[in-house]
């Protein structure tokens, strides 16, 4: 007599995963996914995302539930508010019936995401020196977290030896 043995399996394609990259503080969206064998009708799948440095064993967060059995899936997420930026977020999906973890992966892979609030990179005042009536040029790369009326202040404080 032969067995057959199907392992539950959760697959998430290209899409859904680049959908997560670059996302803001407190954005919503769909996340698409398929499940397939022996998920049981009571179970509930959870979204979870990773500290800033990439690690599940400290303080993490739900961003997504969705309770079916399996098929193709769609889960509502919602990205923290209070999430500050960092490339290095992770994340996996947790199953309840039957229990198991999912890391998100690229080719067997892991890999990580770039989420949370604002950010603002200058690289041009670095070694500047700056005297009196000097006019200079900032250039500032940011995500796009930022809202269309916001403005930037900027300040120059004296150090003394």
Not at 18 to 43: M, P, Q, V
Request: proline share 2%; aromatic share 12%; with cysteine.
């Amino acid at each position: 007599m032969d067995f057959i043995i199907r392992m539950p399996d959760i697959v998430v394609d290209a899409n859904s995963i680049n959908i997560l990259n670059n996302r803001c503080a407190g954005d919503s969206l769909d996340f698409d996914f398929s499940a397939t064998n022996c998920f049981h009708s009571d179970n509930i799948f959870y979204l979870i995302i990773s500290d800033t440095l990439g690690s599940f064993d400290n303080v993490v967060d739900t961003i997504g539930m969705l309770a079916a059995g399996g098929g193709q899936l769609t889960m509502a997420v919602q990205i923290p508010h209070w999430i500050t930026y960092s490339n290095q977020y992770k994340i996996k999906i947790v199953t309840t019936s039957p229990v198991v973890e999912y890391v998100l992966s690229k080719s067997g892979l892991e890999f990580s995401f770039s989420l949370g609030g604002a950010y603002i990179f200058t690289h041009n005042l670095v070694g500047l020196t700056i005297c009196k009536e000097i006019s200079t040029t900032i250039e500032l790369i940011t995500n796009d977290c930022f809202e269309d009326d916001n403005y930037f202040q900027f300040y120059i404080r004296t150090l003394t030896n």
